[in-house]
């Protein structure tokens, strides 16, 4: 199963690195469960916990408007929106998937034309709405609204001053992160925006995409 869009050159050079560091680590053959390490360990998942899934809703995390799909008009350039993916759970009644801070979900709508690769535009929709993971790739604190150089919004992690540009796929422009963050596929459905499946990079407590492949597939077993 290939899950990931190889074009984004960064994912390809840190997957390059991750791959060489686990190699001269000889760290093979660990199971899976210590693989995927205490982060999202398989063997607590829940509907609850699981990460964003294809066919999820986007809807509101903010405590005002909690559990309410995400609407189009409420989505701007310059404040994000955030989001956690709405399941179902094993008798088919919806979940919102908040038991993994991992999931939480960051929305944008940009004017025509601003977004740009390393952006996947085919996982936008119109190229005009985006949605990221909104936990740092650092160390996992939740990234918010900054400013940068003459006014520009960008993404700003207020830990340790990471810096992302959410116009260009979330790639890091300041501070400590190694890695994007990263992108959910969304498409339109009615009024409502709907994952298309999960993220298309690692996010954060994942260094490798294969771990992240493996982990994902596991679940959706569990959960289908
Ligand atoms: S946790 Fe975000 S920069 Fe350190």
Known sequence: MTRYKKQDPEITRRRFINTALGASAAVGGLSLISTLGSANPVFRLTPKK??????DILVHADPAKFG??????ELSA???VRAWPQGKD???APVIRDGDPTSILAIY???KGELKAPTNLEATVDGE????GDR???AGCNVDDGQGPGGRSIMNCPCHSGQYEPREGCRVIGGPPGHPLPQLPIKLEGDRLVATETFLSVPYGYNKEEDWEKYVQKVEELLS
């Open 109 to 111: 709508r940009f004017p």
């Open 129 to 132: 709405i985006v949605a990221y």
């Open 68 to 73: 309410q799909p995400v609407r189009v008009d």
């Open 50 to 55: 699981a990460p964003p899934l294809k066919g």
């Open 136 to 138: 740092c790739t650092h």
């Open 90 to 92: 094993e008798n088919g």
């Open 78 to 80: 310059d404040k994000l």
